[in-house]
C-alpha cells in the first residue's frame, strides 16, 4: 500500500447470532484480503432496526480502509465476506435481519451510479447509525455529493436538520 492509494469507507451491521464476533471477523477477513490495509474501526454501538418488527437490536461501526482495489473490486470482496457468513442476499427481505451486513459508503471522492454499486451510499447522510460511527474514524471525510463533512453531516442529523 501506499498514501496514495484511495481510502474508502464501509459500514459494518450485525443483528444475529454473536453480533461482535460477526463483526470482528469480517475485519479480520478484511485485514487478509491482498490489496486491502486496515486503517481505522469506529466502536460498535448498539441500535435499534430499521426495516421489519421483531428483529434483535444491531451492533453497527464503520471501518477506513486503504486500498488498490476498484470500487467493483471493494464490493466483490465484502459480498463475499458476507456470503461466508452465511447471507444469502437473494433469499432475505429488504432492512431484515442479517448476520453480517457490510456496505460501501464511499470510495474516495468517487461518485458511481451503476446498478449493482452507488457511491456515496444514498441513504448514509439519514442513518445515526452510519454517521456516528463514521465521525468518529473519519470526521473530516467529504461526503462527495453534499460537500459536506461527516462530522457536520452527523451534527445536522443529531439536531434533526438533515441534508436532502
Do not use: C
Amino acid at each position: 500500500m501506499t498514501p496514495h492509494d484511495p481510502i474508502a469507507y464501509i459500514g459494518l451491521g450485525s443483528n444475529l447470532g454473536d453480533r461482535r464476533r460477526n463483526l470482528e471477523s469480517a475485519l479480520d477477513a478484511l485485514r487478509e484480503t491482498t490489496g486491502i490495509e486496515l486503517v481505522a474501526v469506529s466502536t460498535l454501538i448498539e441500535t435499534e432496526p430499521e426495516g421489519p418488527p421483531g428483529q434483535d437490536r444491531y451492533l453497527n461501526g464503520a471501518a477506513t480502509i486503504r486500498t488498490k482495489l476498484s470500487p467493483q473490486g471493494l464490493l466483490q470482496v465484502m459480498l463475499e465476506i458476507e456470503s461466508a457468513h452465511g447471507r444469502d442476499r437473494t433469499k432475505e427481505g429488504r432492512w431484515g435481519p442479517r448476520r453480517l451486513d457490510l456496505d460501501l459508503l464511499m470510495y474516495a471522492d468517487r461518485i458511481i451510479d451503476e446498478p449493482e454499486l452507488v457511491a456515496p451510499h444514498p441513504r448514509m447522510h439519514r442513518r445515526t447509525f452510519v454517521l456516528g460511527p463514521l465521525a468518529e474514524i473519519a470526521p473530516d471525510a467529504v461526503h462527495p455529493v453534499l460537500g459536506v463533512t461527516i462530522r457536520a453531516l452527523h451534527e445536522q442529523l443529531i439536531a434533526g436538520q438533515a441534508t436532502e
